[in-house]
């Protein structure tokens, strides 16, 4: 059974930044590429950020989505089952519920969702 609590969303101006947490419960969390999804008002979830299992000698690989590239940074701690995702230059675009979830084929894993944390950006 895994639990997904996602943290760190709020009320932000343009320009600003926030950076969002994702504790991950269960024992298997370093096996799994993880992602970032959101999902805005009237609009479908969208993966936004992705991070690989990583190696010792490699580490973990990253993608973004073309809207967020350069601006997102997703991170991970398998120490402490956490996956991050550091937001800078929000646009009011960015305004949206954010969840993480494992992923596969640019596609979630898990048919459990956590509650997601809100982001919104007030221009």
């Known amino acids: 059974q895994v639990t997904l609590v996602e943290s760190g969303g709020g009320l932000v101006q343009v320009g600003g930044s926030l950076r969002l947490s994702c504790a991950f419960s269960?024992?298997?969390?370093?096996?799994?590429?993880m992602g970032w999804f959101r999902q805005a008002p009237g609009k479908q979830r969208e993966l936004v950020a992705s991070i690989t299992v990583g190696r010792i000698t490699v580490g973990s690989i990253t993608d973004y989505a073309d809207s967020v590239k350069g601006r997102f940074t997703i991170s991970r701690d398998n120490a402490k089952k956490v996956l991050y995702l550091q937001m800078t230059s929000l646009e009011p675009e960015d305004t949206a519920v954010y969840y993480c979830?494992?992923?596969?084929?640019?596609?979630?894993?898990?048919?459990?969702w956590g509650q997601g944390t809100q982001v919104t950006v007030s221009s």
């Open positions: 269960g024992s298997a969390f370093s096996l799994f590429a």
């Open positions: 979830n494992a992923v596969r084929n640019g596609q979630s894993v898990f048919d459990s």
